[in-house]
């Protein structure tokens, strides 16, 4: 079993940048991939981005692409998604979640850390 904790959301103004953190307790992060989700109020939980296990293949969202970017630390057993030039509508709770795939759907991924609000202002 892995834990996952986000933190580094908050209220930003459209334009500005965020960095969000996902930090594994309980085992290690490396084995895993890892994806970034968010959910509006009322909406379903959308993809974001994901990286593999090593960091050297990433995947991302057409509304993030060229914005955000995911990276990640395995000594610090930390997963991390910069976010620039943001916009109101990436106004969400942010998820990230452990799995075995590169994948860009909720079901495929076993471990959810708990969220973190990012709030973009216009």
């Known amino acids: 079993q892995v834990q996952l904790v986000e933190s580094g959301g908050g209220l930003v103004q459209a334009g500005g940048s965020l960095r969000l953190s996902c930090a594994a307790s309980?085992?290690?992060?490396?084995?895993?991939?890892i994806g970034w989700f968010r959910q509006a109020p009322g909406k379903e939980r959308d993809f974001v981005a994901a990286?593999?296990?090593?960091?050297?293949?990433?995947y991302y969202a057409a509304s993030v692409k060229g914005r955000f970017t995911v990276s990640r630390d395995n000594a610090k057993n930390t997963v991390y998604l910069q976010m620039n030039s943001l916009k109101p509508e990436d106004t969400a709770v942010y998820y990230c979640a452990a799995g075995g795939q590169l994948g860009t759907r909720p079901n495929e991924y076993n471990y959810w850390g708990q969220g973190t609000q990012v709030t973009v202002s216009s």
């Open positions: 309980g085992r290690t992060l490396s084995t895993y991939t």
């Open positions: 990286i593999n296990w090593s960091g050297d293949n990433t």
